[in-house]
């Protein structure tokens, strides 16, 4: 794969994704053209809900605002997260995504967890 990579915060392109209502965004940095074992970029959340099933390992970090988790299955609760927290999930949790102006940093494992994935729509 390529050596160091900078993501310099003001080229950074964010794609909308989920909603509406609300909006989200997101600028996937590191994926498989990169590495071949670990992806990761930065999300945005602001007034939306946007429910998934992890098919990898996540790792959050909340740089900004409020972010929140609706974790369902057997853990059936809520994460509130503000900027320093860091949420951990591992594949096979069921949550939606939901935010208040918040943009956090996210790292996943396997990076090619799309190509291991046949039945379900990636966000």
């Known amino acids: 794969m390529s050596g160091a990579r900078h993501f ?12 509406p209502p609300g909006k989200a965004t997101i600028a996937r940095l590191v994926g498989p053209e990169l590495s071949s074992s670990m992806g990761g970029g930065i999300a945005t959340f602001d007034n ?6 992890v098919l990898y390992d996540e790792l959050i970090v909340v ?4 972010f929140r988790l609706w974790l369902g299955g057997s853990e059936n609760r809520v994460i509130e997260a503000g900027p320093g927290d860091v949420i ?3 594949e096979g949790t069921p949550l939606r995504y939901e935010g208040d102006g918040a943009k956090v940093f996210y790292a996943l494992s396997p990076v090619d967890w799309k190509s291991r994935t046949t039945s379900r729509e990636a966000p």
């Open 8 to 19: 310099p915060s003001r080229e950074m392109q964010f794609d909308p994704y989920g909603g």
């Open 63 to 66: 740089l900004e605002g409020t």
């Open 48 to 53: 939306c809900s946007i429910e998934w099933t």
């Open 88 to 90: 951990w999930l591992p």
